[in-house]
């Protein structure tokens, strides 16, 4: 299987990070992806490749102008309001506030165009972001092209990212992105599979009303844990995409027993949706060790997840999402990876 990466995806650098009332050491952070890399390289997983550049139209099939035109002039509206470093956002246009007069002062647009304070945003950060979801498009042109499969190592990750705002580490969403890629360059039906322990807001949130991409998502149960606000499990899709958008919340505590039988249901919904392509959010967090998630897989486990998503029978496209424990990231990656290929 091919991978997917480019050096850029390295500039976006985050020193800190607003957690547990603190500004922590962030934690999604360039060293992530060079550990999975180098991992892919040691194990001997197949070639690396840089990604193509597809330009700003496919970002656009997926995010709202607005919301990347705040993105790309960021910086310097940060820098022309006498700042630098690191930016956060403190105030949201929540129930009762007004969100279509879009503001004009950067403090007014981070919170305007971001759902949670914490996400670090740099100067390097939206080309970062951009090398990132080239990764997942490339990767979307060798599944399409007769690939059986493609690792889109991003990073930055993206599920969390919706049509107009950022969070959760998240500013393009990758996924999506490629998703609706394929669906233009011909898939009729796109299935998304996001396996982050923590829920896919964004890209729930963009295909919510669509039958021709189903959404599915095994994460922990947002009444206990980020991002709180979506993802519980009545929340199925609305007007055509009534059906096409299900959940599987788990307890905090869920080892592979538990776990699986949550993948072999959403497996089992994708084989009726039939689709001709498979998107799989690989978020590495369910791990025991990951130092934010409490879910139990090992790292066997995600061997084993690979090759059941393997039995789908499916051309796949693997695109990272989140993961922490920065030590087993690669071989927890690559496990997946191999799993898949001998599966
Ligand atoms: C709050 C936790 C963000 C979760 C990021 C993640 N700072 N998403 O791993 O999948
Ligand atoms: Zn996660």
Request: glycine share 12%.
């Amino acid at each position: 299987m091919k991978t997917v990466f480019s050096a850029g995806q390295l500039a976006h650098d985050p020193r800190h990070e607003i957690s547990d009332g603190e500004l922590k050491p962030a934690v999604e952070i360039p060293a992530r992806a060079e550990i999975v890399r180098a991992r892919i390289l040691e194990a001997g997983m197949g070639d690396i490749l840089a990604p193509e550049e597809f330009g700003m139209a496919p970002l656009a099939r997926v995010h709202d102008a607005g919301y990347l035109d705040f993105l790309d002039s960021f910086w310097t509206r940060w820098t022309e309001a006498g700042r630098g470093g690191e930016a956060f956002p403190f105030v949201w246009p929540v129930r009762g506030l007004r969100a279509d007069p879009v503001p004009d002062h950067i403090d007014g647009l981070l919170g305007r165009y971001s759902f949670d304070a914490g996400t670090p945003m740099g100067e390097e950060t939206f080309a970062a972001a951009r090398a990132s979801a080239n990764s997942a498009l490339t990767g979307a042109r060798l599944v399409a092209g007769g690939d059986r499969a493609a690792f889109a190592l991003c990073r930055p990750p993206g599920h969390h990212a919706a049509a107009d705002y950022y969070g959760g580490y998240c500013f393009l969403n990758n996924a999506a992105i490629a998703a609706q890629w394929l669906r233009d360059a011909g898939a009729a039906r796109v299935a998304i599979f996001d396996v982050d322990y923590h829920h896919g807001n964004g890209t729930q949130a963009i295909f919510y009303d669509r039958s021709d991409v189903l959404f599915l998502s095994v994460h922990a149960d947002p009444r206990e844990e980020y991002p709180y606000f979506l993802g519980h499990a009545e929340e199925t899709g609305i007007g055509a995409g009534e059906g096409f958008n299900v959940n599987y919340p788990l307890a905090p505590g869920a080892d592979w027993g538990v776990w699986s039988a949550a993948l072999d249901a959403g497996l089992e919904r994708i084989a009726r949706f039939a689709p001709d392509v498979l998107v799989v959010s690989l978020g590495l967090d369910p791990y025991e060790k990951d130092p934010i998630s409490r879910f139990r897989l090992t790292q066997d486990d995600f061997t084993r997840l690979g090759a059941r998503l393997a039995r789908a029978g499916l051309p796949t496209l693997f695109v990272l999402e989140g993961g922490y424990a920065v030590d087993a990231l690669g071989v927890n990656c690559v496990n997946t990876l191999t799993g898949f290929e001998a599966g």
